[in-house]
């Protein structure tokens, strides 16, 4: 395995770069004409934002551009970005406090970037001073297990692992007296990646998640839907039904390092009023940041 | 409340003159509707832009024919430009000299080391003899993974572990094909992205060991705008020869497709469908095209019904139909065969005309009313399931205390019951019935 460390600045530069050359036009411009609203439209859009979502910020900010007197183009690219702001400020994150175990149950559909993405989270607590266990609680993919157990080598933590096939509500199970035991004070349990409208198998996360409340009613403090950075509209069906399955409380963006902006979240945050907590930049597994809204908003319209 | 396109055009339509030419005003109205369904669809923005000048060129001025409404029209033109963008269905290319290489390359978690032992099993159906070669030496365990699956489906996989560079496996495994006569060679490639320079020229390298027949780039139906630029470096990195879109089983309306199609001009030749083997399909460019535009796929809903609907017993129902002999038993074995279709709100989802409706009732709730109906039905003696007459008062009371519910759901079953069995008449008389007036 190499790792190929990427920093989430250099990650940034790229979003920032790729959109400047997009839409250059719209700085350069110094009257508030027609295009500049149709080129802040393209740009909302372009960056995943929805295209609802983008008609009714845009007709707002021009609603009141009048009256607020928003007369060049970066006025209006600044008020964009406060109502930006205020979306994602909405959703609130859970705030870690209590003494105990700290029970993380990851989820999200096939290929989000599950896997990885616990890898990073277990690095990020570890960084924190924590002791890390984790589940692994993916008993369907060829080799999951596997590949959690190469990463926590990496890491230097164990893994609670059962044969392939078996009940990921034992494996949680066993995790959970495990963590007590051994006194880890965080543990990450992986999940199968499953589509959201695949009704048995969001049955199935609805037990995991009933068999860990069954153990520790405070737990899972964190539930997290691994969301990958490319996905489109779909991305607010999958955090619907995922939210109405196992109550998630946060999102993990993956693979933000590309050239897509995740612009879903907004609207995953404006209607369903689930929080971005962390961003995932790169393979290595230092590639992760706790979500920061206001360089996260930058960077979609950043010079 | 969402509604499919044809309602939406309709809408803007009914005003117009009902038949004669379309003119510029009618279009604009109509495409303005096009424009949303497709951006909803996760369709490009510059590929919108482009798909709508060309549907406005051939819609202006066109004759609204006969038969059709102006909205008809305009659904048509929308529907035939959007099928010819999709293109037609390809197959594998096995043309030449065996072995064949075909090599599965694309972002993370896209679904390639999956797509690789799905398209083994199918070339092996065709009477191929596959080779999967685990290319993949970065991701943890990927190589495993690969191996597991080949064993499951009795597939040969050639691997090397973590240690030996990509191209060099691909030399590999090619001269090992040839030796042992295997007529293809899939080659299971690490995700990477679209803008990694360095992993990009590795793929370079690896084609020209591998000179393979095929480059597939295999992506998310999830994906959003950025399918354009994903396919088009790509493809100006190795040249692709087409596209396999994964995950269609979810309700990712896949407009990532036509994106790529036109950046790329590649046939789309799989879509990954299911998590299972099998679930591998031929693309159906009518299909995608409804689903994109928000339509329904009544064509995947008749195939799943056939999934489950076994003929024999759907030649009785036909039967008891015609005869109109349609009890309440039959009524409950039918729930239970529509049940294992999925949740009730997914097959509505599929129904053109009821999608977006689904959406306005909870979560659950319609497949909570099959488990009441169920217990209802099984409350119910077998004279009674037969002829529901019967049933009075102290009856329904009994029902009720068995089922757990009330009687005035047990009035209400019985009520719904009376409308099937006049529907059923309705279809018997060759009549469509009012489908909707089930789920109200």
Partial sequence: ????????????????????????????????????????????????????????????????????????????????????????????????????LWVILVVGVNGSGKTTGIAKLAKYHQRHGRRVLLAAGDTFRAAAADQLKVWARMLGTDVVAHQPGSDPGAVVYDAIKASQARDADTLIVDTAGRLHTQYNLMQELRKIHRVIKKQMADAPQETLLVLDATTGQNALSQARYFKDAVDVNGVFLAKLDGTAKGGIVFAIASELGIPIRYVGTGEDVDDVAEFDPERFVAGLFAE | MFETLTDKLQGAFDKLARKGRLNEKDVDEGLREVRIALLEADVNFKVVKEFIAKVRERAVGAEVMRSLTPAQQMRKIVYEELIALLGKPAKIDLSGQPPHVVMLIGLQGSGKTT??????????????????????????????????????????????????????????????????????????????????????????????????????????????????????????????????????????????????????????????????????????????????????????????AQEVFDPEQALKMEEKLRTASFTLEDFMEQLRQVKKMGPLSQIMDMIPGLSGLAGQIPEGETDRQLVKIEAMISSMTPAERHDPGVIGGSRKRRIADGSGTTVQEVNQLLGQFRQVQKMMRQVSRGRTPDLLSMFR
């Fill in chain 2, 115 to 304: 797509t690789a032992a799905k398209l083994g099993l199918h070339l092996r159906k065709q009477g191929q003899r596959p080779l999967l070669v685990a290319a993949d030496i970065r991701r943890p365990a990927a190589v495993q993974q690969l191996e597991i699956l080949g064993k499951e489906l009795d597939l040969a996989v050639h691997s090397e572990g973590t240690s030996v560079a990509p191209p060099q496996i691909c030399a590999n495994a090619l001269r090992r094909a040839k030796e042992s006569a295997y007529g293809v060679v899939i080659v299971d490639t690490q995700g990477r992205l679209h803008v990694d320079e360095q992993l990009m020229v590795e793929l370079e390298q690896m084609k020209g060991q591998a000179a393979p027949s095929e480059i597939l780039l295999v992506a998310d139906a999830m994906t959003g705008q950025d399918a354009v630029s994903v396919a088009q470096e790509f493809h100006q990195h190795v040249g692709l020869t087409g596209l396999i879109l994964t995950k269609m089983d979810g309700d990712a309306r896949g407009g990532a497709a036509l994106s790529m199609r036109s950046v790329t001009g590649v046939p789309i030749k799989f879509l990954g469908v299911g998590e299972k083997p099998g679930d591998l399909e031929g693309f159906y460019p009518d299909r995608l095209a409804s689903r994109i535009l928000g339509m329904g796929d009544p064509l995947t809903l008749v195939e799943k």
């Fill in chain 1, 1 to 100: 395995m190499i790792g190929r460390g990427k920093n989430i600045e250099q990650s940034l530069s790229r979003t920032r770069r790729s959109f400047f050359g997009r839409i250059g036009g719209l700085f350069s411009q110094t009257d508030l004409d027609e295009r500049v609203w149709e080129e802040l439209e393209e740009l909302l859009i372009q960056a995943d934002v929805g295209v609802t979502t983008t008609v009714d910020l845009v007709q707002a900010v021009r609603d009141e551009s009048g009256a607020q007197g928003l007369r060049t183009p970066s006025h209006v690219v600044e008020a964009v970005q406060q109502r930006l702001l205020a979306v994602l400020g909405n959703a609130s994150s859970p705030g870690r406090s209590q003494e105990g």
